[in-house]
């Protein structure tokens, strides 16, 4: 059974950081590429940042381009999203995705909601 269960969302104030993760089970978590997705109120869910499956390459949405960092370790089958200096247009609700083009396989976590009050 696939399972992806995400953690660290809260209520913070402008400038904070939060560190969000994602644990993964149920599938070899090191043959997907991984992703943070975001989705705030009346908005189409966007991308945030993603990650390759060796953890060699990443890219970001220019919203959250050196504020956030997003790394993954294989061993713990756990990606993370590191966010700092948030502001109050990051509150969404974030979500987890993995996904493999080899086994044409798309997976998505329930989303941690994350608030960010000015």
């Known amino acids: 059974q696939v399972q992806l269960v995400e953690s660290g969302g809260g209520l913070v104030q402008a400038g904070d950081s939060l560190r969000l993760s994602c644990a993964a089970s149920?599938?070899?978590?090191?043959?997907?590429?991984m992703s943070w997705y975001r989705q705030a109120p009346g908005k189409e869910r966007e991308l945030v940042a993603a990650?390759?499956?060796?953890?060699?390459?990443?890219n970001y949405a220019d919203s959250v381009k050196g504020r956030f960092t997003i790394a993954r370790d294989n061993a713990k089958n756990t990606v993370y999203l590191q966010m700092n200096s948030l502001k109050p247009e990051d509150t969404a609700v974030y979500y987890c995705?993995?996904?493999?083009?080899?086994?044409?396989?798309?997976?998505w976590g329930q989303g941690t909601q994350v608030t960010v009050s000015s």
């Open positions: 990650i390759g499956n060796t953890g060699g390459s990443t």
């Open positions: 995705n993995a996904h493999s083009w080899m086994a044409g396989s798309n997976y």
């Open positions: 149920g599938f070899t978590f090191s043959n997907y590429r």
